[in-house]
């Protein structure tokens, strides 16, 4: 059997984003309902995967390390709901990588890694470049912070919001 997933989108939908990243402790700030939101996902039988840019790597910014500190902080404030963190250290302006979101590799190690359903699973970011590629895949999309995205299949204003239209679907 085939399991259902929420794709998750890391900075805007689970933390605050910063023009500047965030890769530290003093700038991870978990947005309200987050934790409540994955745990009603969860009990629904949502695996929970974060699909994230991280090109702060790239352009030497920050290192792995620190990206992967904070992932586990994520997590950790979650309650352990994360079934796995897949990242995209590359910017075009350093080196170009099909990993790197609008592609769809980081997607497709999912799927195929977890057994995922496209059909029944669901993209949560808040830019475009964050559906494009589930929607590529026959993934349902759902932007956050009301961005303006000809991609998404609804628009809401945050992850809390995007709980009932994911459990309300068929």
Not at 15 to 39: H, Q, W
Request: charged share 25%; proline share 5%.
């Amino acid at each position: 059997m085939l399991n259902k997933c929420v794709f998750l989108d890391r900075d805007g939908v689970l933390n605050k984003d910063y023009v500047d990243y965030v890769f530290s402790a003093e700038k991870l700030e978990i947005l309200p309902g987050v934790t409540e939101s994955m745990r009603k996902l969860k009990e629904a039988g949502y695996l929970l995967i974060v699909i994230t840019n991280q090109s702060g790597i790239g352009k030497g910014i920050y290192r792995r390390e620190q990206m992967h500190e904070t992932h586990r902080l994520i997590q950790e404030a979650s309650g352990n709901l994360i079934s796995h963190f897949y990242y995209a250290p590359g910017h075009p302006s350093i080196s170009e990588t099909l990993s790197r979101k609008p592609g769809t590799l980081m997607f497709e190690k999912a799927i195929a890694r977890f057994d995922i359903n496209p059909a029944s699973s669901w993209m949560i970011g808040d830019k475009d470049r964050d559906l494009v590629p589930a929607k590529k895949l026959g993934i349902k999309t759902i932007q956050v912070d009301y961005n303006d995205s000809p991609t998404a299949d609804f628009k809401v204003t945050d992850l809390t919001a995007a709980v009932p239209v994911i459990l309300g679907s068929p």
